[in-house]
């Protein structure tokens, strides 16, 4: 007898959210995409959530929006899939593993410390299994070494000056570390809604965050917004409206948004 492992849970609910996006005209990124984030900044309490097409999508952006490059290094746990570290090669930055608890399998905050350098410009913590890292212990790491941080001249790293703590929360969506839901656990929570997971879009994932320092999460939410779709000033819905015609290409960004026949999906889905 061949036993499914972990099956996507899906009702009649989501097929008929996703047929209504198809009967719409409307299939690409839009309206729908929209409501799933403010849906899910609702639920995470947070101040954004930004939809992408997967969780590496979201890794990639944020390191990106951090001017994480050649020369630096990103401390991680290598009890993980392939997707944390291949985001931090695909900078041209170095990864750093540390080991993991015995107790929870996540990235042992007693042991960064040591691995931190002046090359370190983030941390990527990853929270197996669903399980939190112990984001307290690890913001206290990256206090304790704050003299030792080298900004990369002209990127955010001048404006934040720490090490940006990044939650890799691809397994925890919808869990909680001392009362607070996954979504704010580091500066950045980046979720998976890819099929076999807990909340699922088929393909997908999204960034949860709030303001930092005086980085506004608006002005952040309007970096990935460029970045995640090959640098336009304007989403397909706006083209759509009057005089829409006209847009701009400012950056050389990349192809990472979420479309409305997932995020009707993952609409369901979170109502469950």
Known sequence: MRVPFSPPSITEREIEAVSAVLRSGWITTGPKTAEFERALAAYCSVEEVFCLNSATAGLSLVLEWYGVGPGDEVITSPYTFAATANVILHRGATPVFVDICEEDFNLNPDLVAAKI????????AVDFG???CDYEKLKEV???KQAVFEATPKTNQEKLGRILLVADAAHSFGAEYRGQKAGSFGDFD???????????TAEGGAVAFNSLNEIGSGEIRQHFK???LHGQSK?????????????????????YNLTDMAAAMGLVQLER
Do not use: D
């Open 142 to 144: 990256i206090q304790q």
């Open 117 to 124: 350098t002046k090359h370190t410009k983030a941390v990527i």
């Open 226 to 228: 460029l970045m995640g």
């Open 190 to 200: 980046v979720f998976s809604f890819h099929a076999v997971k807990n909340l699922t």
């Open 235 to 255: 989403s397909a819905l706006e083209k759509q409206q009057l005089a829409g015609w006209f847009y701009e290409i400012q950056m050389a960004g990349y192809k």
């Open 130 to 132: 669903g399980w939190p």
